[in-house]
Structure formats: structure tokens, C-alpha cells
């Protein structure tokens, strides 16, 4: 079975497990995600006819949240946060510390498809800020040097 095929058999399989529920739309775009990582920009018509909604009715819902990916993720998700909290201690400085240490903005992976960087408005560790995510690890008091640390570890690892 080809990439392609077990895509789209991916996409159908959320479709049919979830057509039916009210407001179906969002937790079939989340299903997508979860399982493929983004939504391909091809199951947009697939999911546009299952729901009876036009393909820009679809597409609006993906580009408005920024939670959804139409492009492939990179190994690791960084997640920075953007709240006032963290703010206030100096994630606007880290911010522009890992978007050059990367060299990538919000919204992109690296060209190596190692890091994809993502921002986010709370994290819900106010009291150990700034913090980070990093695919489902939680980092508190990151600094820039510390942020390089955990970059490094996560390059050598396997």
C-alpha cells in the first residue's frame, strides 16, 4: 500500500467514524491531525462531501485555527508560549532566540524536517516561566541557553 493509499484510507476511516455526529466538521479535522500529524490539502474535498459543505466552508475552518497543519509536521513540534505571563519574563527574547537558532518562523519546519515551531497562548505554567512544549514535555524557566541544551539532546538522540 503506497503513502498515498493509507492516507487517504486514513482520512476515510475518521470520516466514517465520525459523519454522523453533531457539529461533525472540528472533531473530524482534529481525527485527521491526530492520526496523520496535518490535514492533507486533498481530504478537503473528501470531507467537504461527506458534510455536504462546500470546500471553502472546510478550508475556512482549517486556516482559521492555527491549530491545524496542511503540511507535514517535523519530527518534534516546539511550542513557545506567547501569554503575558511568559511575557513578562522574557519569552519575547527566546522567541527570537529559537526562530534563529532554527531558522525558521511560526507555522514552518526545518528544512532538515527535524523541529516544527508552533506558538501557543498558555500553557498553564505561569509560575515557571517562560515555558516551552516540545512534542508532550512541558519546560518551565527556559532560557536561551537552556533551549539550546534541550535542542542538542533532541538532535542526538534517535
Same mark, same amino acid.
Request: hydrophobic fraction near 35%; proline fraction near 5%.
Given at each position: ?74 519530527k518534534h513540534t516546539i511550542h513557545v508560549c506567547r501569554a503575558e505571563s /511568559?511575557?513578562?519574563?522574557?519569552? %519575547? *527574547? $527566546? +522567541?527570537?532566540? #529559537? ?46 541557553? /537552556?533551549?539550546?541544551?534541550?535542542? %542538542? *539532546? $533532541? +538532535?542526538?538522540? #534517535?
Amino acid at each position: 500500500m503506497t503513502e498515498a493509499s493509507t492516507t487517504a484510507h486514513t482520512v476515510q476511516d475518521v470520516i466514517t467514524a465520525l459523519k454522523d455526529k453533531p457539529g461533525a466538521l472540528l472533531p473530524i479535522l482534529h481525527g485527521i491531525q491526530d492520526a496523520l500529524g496535518y490535514i492533507p490539502s486533498d481530504s478537503v474535498p473528501v470531507i467537504a462531501k461527506a458534510l455536504n459543505l462546500s470546500r471553502a466552508e472546510v478550508h475556512g475552518v482549517i486556516s482559521f485555527y492555527h491549530y491545524f497543519r496542511d503540511t507535514p509536521p517535523g519530527k518534534h513540534t516546539i511550542h513557545v508560549c506567547r501569554a503575558e505571563s /511568559c511575557q513578562a519574563m522574557g519569552s %519575547s *527574547e $527566546l +522567541e527570537i532566540h #529559537v526562530k534563529n537558532k532554527l531558522g525558521i518562523d511560526y507555522h514552518e519546519t526545518t528544512t532538515d524536517g527535524q523541529f516544527s515551531l508552533e506558538p501557543v497562548y498558555c500553557l498553564g505554567n505561569c509560575a515557571c516561566s517562560p515555558a516551552i512544549q516540545i512534542d508532550k514535555d512541558f519546560y518551565g524557566r527556559v532560557s536561551n541557553t /537552556c533551549f539550546d541544551e534541550i535542542i %542538542s *539532546e $533532541l +538532535e542526538t538522540s #534517535v
